[in-house]
C-alpha cells in the first residue's frame, strides 16, 4: 500500500478541507472533507468528521458496516455542535471515505469530493457529486465535460449537516482488491483543474503514488494562478 496526501488552502486565508490516513495492521481507512459556510466554520465540521472516522477506525477496524458509522456519526455530531453553537447555517461539510482491509476496497461519499478508482492504469469509475450539475447529467440535460464550467457548479443538494429523512451517502459494495488498482481522493478544488484524462496519464507514467499526486498537484497549483482559488485536496493511493 502506497500512498501520499497533499492539502494546499489555495488563493483563501483558512483551509476548510480536512483529510487523514489511519491505519491499523493491514487496515487503512482514507477520509477526505470540504467544508462549507466560511468564516471557519466549515474548517471545524470538515475536521469534526475526519476525527469521527478515525476514532470509529480505531476503536473497532472490523466493523463490517464502519463506513454507514462514520456518516452516520459524523452527521450526529455536526448537528449537535450546530444546535451547541447557533451555527446551523455554517457547520457543513462533503465527505469520501476508502476503506481497505482483508483485500477488499469500499468507500462512499456525500457531496461534491471525489473518489477516482483506476484499474491497470486506467479509470474505472468515480463517485457522482451531489450536485446540481450532475443531477443535470443524469438528466440528460448536460454533458458531463461541462460540470467543471456550469455556473451552479457549486450548488450542493447533499450534505454532512443539514438534517436529512433518509441517508444523505451513498456507499458502495466491497469488491476485491487487485494488484495495480489505484485510487485518488480529492476536492473540488483540486480536480476542478485537472482532467480525468491527464490523472490517468500521470498514473500510467508514475511508479508510486507520491510521484503521482506531485504530478496532479503541479497542473493544480499552475491552474490556479491569478484565480479565486479554492481550497484543494488530494490523497493518492496505489496497491
Known amino acids: 500500500m502506497d500512498y501520499k496526501l497533499i492539502s494546499n488552502p489555495g488563493s483563501r486565508e483558512i483551509n476548510e478541507d480536512s483529510a487523514a490516513v489511519f491505519k491499523k495492521g493491514d487496515s487503512a481507512l482514507f477520509v477526505l472533507a470540504d467544508g462549507l459556510g466560511g468564516h471557519g466554520r466549515g474548517e471545524v465540521a470538515s475536521a469534526m468528521f475526519t476525527e469521527t472516522a478515525g476514532e470509529l477506525f480505531e476503536a473497532e477496524p472490523e466493523a463490517e458496516d464502519l463506513i454507514e458509522r462514520i456518516f452516520e456519526e459524523g452527521q450526529r455530531r ?135 499526486l506531485e504530478a496532479m498537484n503541479g497542473i493544480v497549483q499552475k491552474r490556479g494562478i491569478k484565480k479565486d482559488m479554492d481550497n484543494n485536496t488530494a490523497i493518492a493511493l496505489r496497491l
Open 78 to 212: 455536526i448537528l449537535a455542535r450546530q444546535e451547541e453553537e447557533h451555527a446551523r447555517n455554517e457547520l457543513k461539510t462533503t465527505g469520501v471515505v476508502l476503506l481497505v482491509r482483508n483485500g477488499s476496497c469500499q468507500w462512499g461519499h456525500v457531496g461534491d469530493s471525489r473518489l477516482y478508482h483506476f484499474r491497470s492504469g486506467k479509470l474505472q469509475r468515480r463517485t457522482l457529486d451531489h450536485s446540481v450539475p450532475q443531477m443535470l447529467v443524469s438528466a440528460g440535460e448536460l454533458r458531463e465535460s461541462k460540470i467543471r464550467s456550469h455556473p451552479d457548479r457549486n450548488r450542493l443538494l447533499r450534505v454532512l449537516g443539514t438534517e436529512w429523512e433518509t441517508p444523505a451517502y451513498v456507499i458502495v459494495e466491497p469488491a476485491a482488491a487487485e494488484d495495480g488498482e489505484a485510487f485518488l481522493l480529492c476536492s473540488d478544488g483540486f480536480w476542478e483543474l485537472i482532467l480525468e484524462k491527464e490523472m490517468q496519464k500521470l498514473l500510467q507514467r508514475s511508479s508510486t503514488a507520491e510521484e503521482w
